[in-house]
């Protein structure tokens, strides 16, 4: 698996990290009289490097959003959705203040060309950052736990029936992993992680991510007209309602205590199987340890 990684990464992906590093700058200073196409760019190359990037480190397009697992994550993909979103726009906006009112906001020794964010957009952030963090830590408690092995032979049975390959499916005690990144599915957002719910709909995980997603293009369009209309200097970010973020601190809640929730059944044995090494013969159902 090393060997592949190290071969995944070609002269092509430092080629595109160059175009990002010097090419958008440039792209951006020539669109610099109009802030809203200088954010499209941004969040368009921010979403390119971050594919390209993915690709590079794991041969997947969707590198940068699957975990050690093989799989898709939500709280990875929300914390990226929501950094490319405001980082970019950010950018545009301090783009816009240098080069149309440089010496004006220069001077300003408190805040100079930078726009100011709100403080419930920091919490937003908390609350992704919370999630990132808190999930792997919830996650690394059920390796220790023995899967059960009828429930897991169901599990993989039904995942057969939707398209899955269950030769590359295997277990870290009462967690479902990948044997390859390419595995991954975009389902993963909102199905379960474990042995017993594997094969259906998450409802928290879908809610987080039916909020996540709403609350993007709320904030987008209200980033959207800020720079749009900018006529002056960009002093301020729009303030994210306390309602939609009061809705998406529960959702985060309800997520964080569902993956902590116990979702399969208990085995007797004591060690996990980890998933077939690619190319090497496996059972249609790996066995449980």
């Known amino acids: 698996m090393g060997d592949k990684k190290k071969t995944n990464w070609t002269p092509w992906h430092n080629l595109s990290w160059a175009a990002f590093l010097i090419g958008l700058p440039m792209a951006a200073w020539c669109l610099s009289g109009n802030p809203l196409k ?19 480190i794991t041969g997947s397009w969707k590198g940068a959003l699957i975990d050690n697992r093989n799989v898709i994550s939500l709280s990875r993909f929300q914390m990226t959705a929501w950094t490319i979103l405001v980082l970019s726009a950010f950018a545009a906006a301090t783009f816009w203040n240098i080069f149309h009112g440089g010496d004006q906001c220069l001077a300003d020794p ?37 899967a059960d092995p009828a429930e897991m032979q ?53 809610q987080l991510l039916f909020f996540t997603l709403i609350a993007l293009l709320s904030y987008g369009v209200l980033l959207g007209h800020r720079l749009g209309s900018a006529t002056e200097l960009i002093k301020e970010f729009p303030v994210l309602s306390e309602g939609l973020l009061a809705l998406i601190g529960i959702s985060h809640t309800g997520y964080l205590a569902s993956k902590a929730s116990q979702n399969s059944k208990s085995g007797e044995a004591s060690n996990a199987v980890q998933p077939p090494e690619a190319g090497t013969d496996a059972d249609e159902h790996p066995a449980v340890g």
């Open 154 to 206: 169901r599990t993989f049975a039904l995942l057969g029936s939707q398209g899955y390959d269950t030769a590359g499916l295997g277990n870290q005690g009462h967690l479902v992993v990948n044997s390859e990144p390419q595995q991954a599915r975009w389902s993963d957002l909102f199905t379960g992680e474990e042995t017993g719910n594997f094969a259906h709909l998450d409802l928290a995980r879908l």
């Open 110 to 146: 408190k805040q100079g060309c930078l726009p100011g964010l709100p403080e419930t957009l920091w919490l937003l952030m908390g609350f992704s950052t919370a999630s990132l963090v808190g999930s792997p830590l919830i996650l690394n408690g059920k390796k220790n736990l023995q």
């Open 38 to 56: 200088v954010w499209w760019l941004f969040m368009a190359a921010s979403v390119a490097i971050l594919f390209i990037t993915g690709h590079g």
